[in-house]
């Protein structure tokens, strides 16, 4: 298309000078604004009410706000509860009114605090974009009472006025609840979710509906991710695997309650063929890892033992046929049922035979242990189909396509959840797929697309989704094989050992840092990798900051299964127009303790680095792109004044 027409095409929005004079002006004034505030989590593994909370309190951000917005005018136990009611405003409020705590006093003083640090959140911000952020039923009140002219006699009348009428009209809970939502949403522009939302915690489903309402975010796919998306475009290796995990961690409230798939036919399933294993230690090896609290029955408990072992079957004759049919995914040496005894007692891995914890496999087919049995067929299909039809899975997997990806670039930082396949030597891993080479880069933008195509194209193969679960080469899995069959059956301490894939040997080499950079483009001076993934050591003395500061590691245990390990409930990080900062957290207790006693998990600063001047937006991705609207509207400007084209 020749310039000229494509400014006509422009011209229909901004059909005269004026128009385009204003723009230029707004656009102008933007890109030299501070930029906002991103927001950094990972690993949220369904720990729905901690993931909450830290979004509430923005990684300590809303805190430090409060303290900058009022110093020393209000104690700190003012400011816990000012905080809270950001956080919680609706069960806060109805907290203190039980307790007769709500005054029109208590009303004034609320509101006025809430105007102040709304009024903080919102400096770095155009009174459009502050205007969006705004409640539509009080855009007007807010914007009247955000004007910074109190110490006028004539005004602050007015303001009190104002509060006054809004606490007579009993609109003061509504207004509060409002406001608290706008801070929120101002402190932070962006939030980065790293990967892996599901599986562990039972509260996945939760953490989509959160993220779907958020108001600007984006996710880089982790593999438990990649394994509910397989579910949901009807792979049979992933619905077993999905199950498997539920089931190990006796956590079905996603699965059934959040996605309404009915696992009745599971059970009976699994009652019946396993009907023989009745005793605690048949079963031992399939007991879930529970949490002290649990409410379950020891026939609860024996039934989810049993659908866990009918489950376990089934993936690995399921996984067993991908792996036959894609030679390119070089698995061979995950095929266990075929080396098994003719008695099931033992099985030959690597040459050597070990025994079996557990030998009773009824649906097993000496001749081809592949091969389903027609109940477990029929059970396969009804559990596929419910995961495909589910339409509340639809809905979260369809925003992770089209707010989720491989990999993402964005402000000179490369964000992705595992790693980035390399040999020994530290090279990037060379990989076949389709007949074409693909090795960093193009292996992240290759898998990103197959992923796509086996979820929106219909008949699309979807092996590929299993192989970004597990397989040797997945960025998404950084391991050379996942030991789910030696873990389960066989227990030997030599087998377990899920070794690392080479990228985590050089991870804390500045120079294997800066070659990952400069492959995706990025500059090796300013960018930087976050990653998530693998839980870091905090307890043992591991540093989360690798490679001087280049690579940035935010997975800490926000799962409550690796916080023994790590010693603390996760990183998260955040950057705005200053510093990039990572901090740690202790772990949530619970909504209830925030609410009733203002308890907040305020995270500890691991790392702050000091930008050298402010960044403004005129320095993000966005702001390049504004940069380049305002040159095109220049042009449209041009062409006005000189009349190659006509003002309307």
């Known amino acids: 298309m020749k310039k000229i027409d494509y400014l ?4 229909k929005r901004y059909p005269n000078i004026d128009l385009v004079s204003k723009e230029i002006i707004n656009l102008s004034a933007i890109i030299n604004l501070p930029k906002g505030t991103e927001h950094f989590l990972t690993d949220l593994h369904g720990e729905y009410e901690s993931f909450s909370h830290v979004l509430r309190n923005a990684s300590g951000v809303i805190r430090r706000k409060i303290d900058e917005t009022f110093e020393n005018r209000i104690n700190e136990t003012e400011k816990n509860e000012l905080a809270t009611l950001v956080y919680y405003p609706k069960n806060k409020l109805i907290y203190l009114h039980k307790k007769n705590e709500i005054t029109n006093e208590w009303y004034f003083d609320a509101i006025y605090r809430l105007i102040l640090l709304l009024r903080t959140a919102s400096f770095k911000y155009t009174r459009s974009k502050v205007r969006k952020a705004l409640p539509e039923n009080f855009i007007y009140i807010i914007e009247e009472l955000m004007q910074e002219q109190e110490d006028m006699e004539s005004k602050k009348r007015y303001y009190n006025e104002i509060i006054n009428t809004i606490i007579e009209t009993k609109r003061a809970d509504k207004f509060i609840i409002e406001i608290s939502k706008s801070i929120r949403r101002l402190v932070i522009d962006k939030l ?3 990967g892996d939302i599901y599986d562990r915690g039972d509260g996945s489903h939760k953490i989509m509906d959160e993220l779907i309402k958020h108001h ?3 996710i880089q796919w982790g593999n438990h991710d990649i394994l509910w998306m397989g579910a949901a475009a009807g792979s049979g290796a992933c619905v077993f695997n999905v199950l498997r995990i539920a089931l190990r961690y006796a956590n079905l409230e996603t699965i059934q309650d959040g996605y309404g798939i009915n696992l009745l036919p599971l059970a009976q399933f699994s009652d019946e063929i396993y009907s023989e294993n009745k005793t605690d230690n048949e079963n031992s090896i399939y007991k879930p890892k529970l949490q002290k609290n649990h409410m379950l029955r020891d026939r609860d408990l024996l039934l989810i033992s049993k659908m866990q072992k009918a489950v376990a079957v089934i993936q690995f004759k399921l996984e067993g046929k991908i792996i036959k049919n894609n030679p390119a995914y070089e698995m061979e040496d995950r095929l266990f049922l075929d080396k098994l005894a003719v008695d099931n007692k033992t099985v030959k891995v690597e040459g050597k035979i070990y025994n079996m914890k557990d030998s009773f496999f009824p649906t097993l087919i000496k001749s081809n242990p592949y091969k389903l049995t027609e109940e477990e067929e029929e059970l ?3 559990l596929i189909s419910s995961f495909k039809h589910s339409e509340k899975l639809k809905e979260h997997i369809k925003f992770l396509y089209s707010k989720g990806s491989m990999y993402n670039k964005t402000n000179g930082n490369l964000l992705y959840h595992a790693a980035i396949p390399v040999d020994v030597k530290g090279e990037f891993i060379k990989a076949e797929f389709d007949g074409k080479i693909y090795f960093g880069k193009s292996l992240m933008d290759y898998f990103d697309l197959k992923a796509r195509e086996a979820y929106f194209i219909e008949n699309a193969n979807n092996d590929i989704l299993w192989y970004l679960w597990c397989g040797k080469n997945s960025p998404l899995f950084g391991k050379d094989k996942m030991k789910t069959f030696e873990r389960l059956f066989i227990g030997d301490e030599s087998l377990m050992r899920e070794n690392k894939n080479a990228y985590y040997n050089f991870r804390n080499d500045e120079s294997f840092i800066d070659k990952i950079l400069i492959e995706f ?20 003395g591991e540093n989360p900051v690798k490679a001087k500061g280049k690579l940035l590691v935010i997975d800490g245990g ?8 790590t010693g603390i409930a996760g990183y998260t990080l955040t950057y705005n127009s200053q510093n990039i900062a990572l901090v740690s957290h202790k772990p949530f207790l619970s909504f209830t303790e925030s609410i009733y006693n203002n308890y907040d998990m305020l995270p500890k600063e691991v790392y702050i680095k000091e930008e050298e001047k402010r960044v403004l937006v005129a320095d993000t991705d966005d702001g390049k792109e504004l940069k380049k609207s305002i040159l095109i509207l220049k042009e449209l400007l041009q062409c006005y004044r000189k009349g190659y084209i006509n003002e309307l």
């Open 8 to 11: 006509k095409l422009i011209s």
């Open 192 to 194: 980065h979710i790293v």
């Open 216 to 218: 600007n975010c984006d």
């Open 380 to 382: 396969v299909k009804i």
């Open 521 to 540: 483009g990025l500059d090796t001076e300013k960018g930087h990798i976050v990653n998530g993934h693998v839980p870091v050591k905090t307890a043992k």
């Open 558 to 565: 926000f799962s409550k299964a690796y916080q023994k390990i």
